[in-house]
C-alpha cells in the first residue's frame, strides 16, 4: 500500500501507506500533480515526514490538513477495503465533517485515485498570496481549509 503509480494514461493511484517523504520525492507527481508535492511539502516542514502517511492524512479529515485541498481539486476518489470486498468514493462523499469520515469501522484506505493535471502556472501566484496564513510560517493555516 505503499506506492505513486500512473494508470490509464490520465489518473494516478497512490497507496493509502505511502508517506510525504516519497510524494514530495515523486518526478510523476512533481510533473503531472505539483500542487500535491506543495501540500505534502507543508505537513513535510510540521511534522517529519518520514512518519506521516497520505491515508492517516485524510482519516483524520481535519479542518486543517494540508493534503485534502489539493486531492479535492485533482477530483480524488478512495478506495477503501475491508474483508467483505472493496469500494470506491469520491473523496468529498468520504469527508463527513471535521474530524469525521465514511469510513466503516474495518475499512482502511487501500489507495487514491487522482487526476493528472500539470498547471501552468502555479494557482497561488494567480491570486498573489501564499497558499498559507498567518504571521509565522510553522502556525500558518491552509487558506482553502480555513
Ligand atoms: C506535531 C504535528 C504536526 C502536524 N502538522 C500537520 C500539518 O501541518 N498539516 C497536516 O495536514 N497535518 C499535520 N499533522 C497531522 C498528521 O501528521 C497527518 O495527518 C499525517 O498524515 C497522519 O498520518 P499518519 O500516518 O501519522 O497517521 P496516524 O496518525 O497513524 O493515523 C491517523 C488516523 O488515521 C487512521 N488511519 C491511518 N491510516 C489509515 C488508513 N490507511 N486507512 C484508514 N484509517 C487510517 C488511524 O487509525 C488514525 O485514526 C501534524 C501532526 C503532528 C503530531
Same mark, same amino acid.
Given at each position: 500500500?505503499?506506492?505513486?503509480?500512473?494508470?490509464?494514461?490520465?489518473?494516478?493511484?497512490?497507496?493509502?501507506?505511502?508517506?510525504?517523504? @516519497?510524494?514530495?520525492?515523486?518526478?510523476?507527481?512533481?510533473?503531472? +500533480?505539483?500542487?500535491?508535492?506543495?501540500?505534502?511539502?507543508?505537513?513535510?516542514?510540521? @511534522?517529519?515526514?518520514? +512518519?506521516? @502517511?497520505?491515508?492517516?492524512?485524510?482519516?483524520?479529515?481535519?479542518?486543517?490538513?494540508?493534503?485534502?485541498?489539493?486531492?479535492?481539486?485533482?477530483?480524488?476518489?478512495?478506495?477503501?477495503?475491508?474483508?467483505?470486498?472493496?469500494?470506491?468514493?469520491?473523496?468529498?462523499?468520504?469527508?463527513?465533517?471535521?474530524?469525521?469520515?465514511?469510513? +466503516?469501522?474495518?475499512?482502511?484506505?487501500?489507495?487514491?485515485?487522482?487526476?493528472?493535471?500539470?498547471?501552468?502556472?502555479?494557482?497561488?501566484?494567480?491570486?498573489?498570496?501564499?497558499?498559507?496564513?498567518?504571521?509565522?510560517?510553522?502556525? @500558518?493555516?491552509?487558506?482553502? +481549509?480555513?
Amino acid at each position: 500500500m505503499s506506492y505513486i503509480e500512473p494508470k490509464n494514461g490520465s489518473t494516478i493511484e497512490i497507496g493509502g501507506l505511502t508517506k510525504y517523504m @516519497r510524494l514530495i520525492n515523486s518526478p510523476l507527481l512533481q510533473a503531472e +500533480a505539483p500542487l500535491l508535492v506543495q501540500a505534502a511539502d507543508l505537513v513535510g516542514q510540521c @511534522r517529519p515526514a518520514i +512518519a506521516a @502517511r497520505l491515508g492517516g492524512n485524510i482519516a483524520n479529515a481535519s479542518p486543517a490538513g494540508d493534503i485534502l485541498p489539493p486531492l479535492l481539486a485533482l477530483n480524488a476518489s478512495v478506495t477503501l477495503v475491508s474483508t467483505t470486498g472493496e469500494r470506491t468514493l469520491p473523496l468529498p462523499d468520504l469527508l463527513q465533517g471535521p474530524g469525521k469520515t465514511a469510513l +466503516a469501522p474495518h475499512e482502511v484506505i487501500h489507495h487514491i485515485s487522482l487526476i493528472a493535471c500539470r498547471p501552468t502556472p502555479n494557482p497561488y501566484s494567480q491570486i498573489g498570496q501564499s497558499p498559507r496564513h498567518g504571521h509565522r510560517r510553522g502556525e @500558518r493555516g491552509g487558506v482553502i +481549509a480555513a
